[in-house]
């Protein structure tokens, strides 16, 4: 498992394009036959891909894994969040087997022993984006395809910005400890995403990107509202944002990405924004 620390917006200043790339961004998010593992130091979130091959991936136990961690198991002290970006597979959470088609999400709650990730078809593998989080309480685990999840329409045609915003696991869906989870698709010709920008001092997030074309990118601006930079992402890989960063993006085409966020509430609305007259 990789160990990113935290840095400070006044370091974070002076970064090169490659420092700032070290820093907050995760390359090589799915890798065939394992699990990919970012442990960022900021609010201890868990970042992770899994891409099954010919057989079923576990969660977990391994023993540098569990000394990063101070627990007898992955789950111990955590919740779990997951969404399929890959080809149907299939979770088995304690026994429990969960079908996960394209764009199917999960939540796992604390104390879960066991987590089996598993393609139904080697040829054609699912690929399971997570985020975990330290947890307080258990809840139950909760299947959500994206049908269920609530929708927010944002943006226009016009700002070049339009979008539906996906809530996965959110208050209004189900309840978690602290983590919240979605899925944001542009639409065709939109290229915009959370622009006008902000930051949320309360709340860290994590975005990752994916539905590009291999040629394509997005520019991911990060940094103070004062202070910006920006971090070119390619497919299906993901961006460490702190809370003191805005986070915003714009593609060189349509595309979607899955946010992730913890901290100190889980209301979707709390943020602050930032006017464009003020940014630099």
């Given at each position: 498992?990789?160990?990113?620390?935290?840095?400070?917006?006044?370091?974070?200043?002076?970064?090169?394009?490659?420092?700032?790339r070290e820093e907050f961004l995760i390359e090589d998010l799915f890798v065939s036959g394992t699990i990919k593992r970012v442990y960022s130091h900021i609010d201890r979130i868990i970042t992770m891909g899994?891409?099954?091959?010919?057989?079923?991936?576990?969660?977990?136990?391994?023993?540098?894994?569990?000394?990063?961690?101070?627990?007898d198991c992955f789950l111990e002290r955590r919740e779990l969040g997951v969404i399929n970006i890959g080809k149907k597979g299939i979770i088995t959470v304690d026994g429990n087997k969960y079908e996960m088609n394209a764009r199917d999400g999960l939540y796992i709650g604390r104390g879960v022993k066991e987590v089996l990730f598993e393609s139904e078809d080697a040829n054609k593998p699912a690929k399971f984006y997570s985020l975990s989080a330290p947890a307080h309480k258990t809840y139950e685990t909760f299947h959500i395809d994206i049908n269920k999840?609530?929708?927010?329409?944002?943006?226009s045609d016009e700002n070049c910005n339009r979008r539906v915003i996906n809530q996965y696991i959110q208050p209004d869906i189900m309840e978690s400890c602290q983590l919240c989870m979605g899925l944001t698709q542009m639409a065709p010709g939109n290229v915009w995403n959370t622009m006008p920008c902000h930051t949320h001092q309360r709340r860290m997030e994590v975005y990752a990107y994916f539905d590009l074309p291999e040629?394509?990118?997005?520019?991911?601006?990060m940094g103070e509202p004062d202070e910006t930079r920006h971090i070119i992402v390619r497919n299906e890989q993901a961006v460490i944002s702190p809370s003191w960063s805005i986070h915003s993006g714009c593609g060189t085409c349509a595309y979607a990405f899955i946010w992730g966020m913890v901290g100190e509430n889980q209301t979707f609305t709390d943020m602050d924004a930032v006017e464009l007259k003020n940014m630099k």
């Open positions: 498992m990789e160990i990113r620390e935290p840095s400070n917006s006044k370091d974070a200043k002076h970064y090169t394009t490659e420092r700032l899994a891409e099954p091959a010919g057989k079923a991936i576990e969660l977990g136990q391994n023993l540098d894994i569990m000394h990063n961690l101070g627990t999840a609530k929708k927010v329409d944002m943006g040629d394509a990118m997005v520019f991911h601006y």
